[in-house]
């Protein structure tokens, strides 16, 4: 059974700091892995996607890798803005049953200004 | 093109009631999903159809949750009876068939008091 774990389960910081959101999978067998935003009380919006063929995918001032042999994952989001603070989540398409998205519980970030 | 349509936004009833949600996917999208998420959790999924045909619904509670899609466009989830721990938010996803990407509805926030 495919598992998803992101840490941190929060995170705070100041404006204008780098920082790196982590994610593991259990199950190397996925067909693609994404990084969603959600603000509070809205739905998902797809930030990456990075097929399994792939390493990493970038837009903007995000930057996601895949690590498939490891089960990992980073977003990488490069100067923070108040405007970033929202949850994301991390979730591959498991294989076994077509395109169903396995989710992590996200991490909860912050940025202060 | 319009996006994946949810009603109502919010609902609040007793335990015990009976629910229903309403999904308008986006036009020509195969493949549409239910998911719920609890507070603090990422999104499960509930069930997946392709068309108006069942691809997944292993972790549907089939003794109080059902769902439909009529001719393989709009969907409606509903619960019968609602219980206290199906306080959630239910979100709709549609793409237009296996391993493309998804596309969320802002979902339906339950509360069963």
């Known amino acids: 059974k495919q598992e998803v774990t992101q840490i941190p389960a929060a995170l705070s910081v100041p404006e204008g700091e780098n920082l790196v959101l982590n994610c593991s999978f259990t199950?190397?067998?996925?067909?693609?892995l994404q990084w969603f935003r959600q603000d509070p009380g809205k739905g998902l919006t797809s930030l990456l996607l990075?097929?399994?063929?792939?390493r990493e995918q970038t837009s903007g001032r995000l930057n996601a890798s895949l690590d498939k042999s490891s089960g990992r994952s980073t977003l990488y989001i490069a100067a923070s803005q108040p405007g970033d603070s929202a949850t994301y989540l991390c979730?591959?398409?498991?294989?076994?049953?077509?395109?169903?998205?396995?989710f992590g519980a996200g991490t909860i970030l912050r940025v202060k200004s | 093109e319009a996006g994946v349509a949810q009603s109502p936004r919010y609902k609040i009833i007793e335990k015990r009631q009976s629910v229903a949600f309403w999904c308008n996917p986006i036009?020509?999208?195969?493949?549409l999903y239910w998911y719920q998420q609890i507070l603090g959790q990422g999104p499960k999924l509930l069930i997946q159809f392709q068309n108006n045909g069942v691809v997944d619904d292993s972790q549907l509670p089939k003794d109080r949750f059902s769902a439909e899609r009529l001719k393989g466009v709009d969907s409606t989830l509903k619960i019968q009876p609602a219980k206290l721990e199906d306080s959630a938010v239910y979100l709709c996803a549609s793409s237009w068939g296996q391993f493309y990407g998804y596309t969320f509805g802002s979902g339906t926030r339950l509360t069963v008091v």
């Open positions: 979730a591959v398409t498991d294989t076994e049953y077509g395109n169903k998205l396995v």
């Open positions: 199950d190397s067998a996925i067909y693609n």
């Open positions: 990075i097929q399994s063929s792939q």
């Open positions: 036009s020509g999208h195969a493949t």
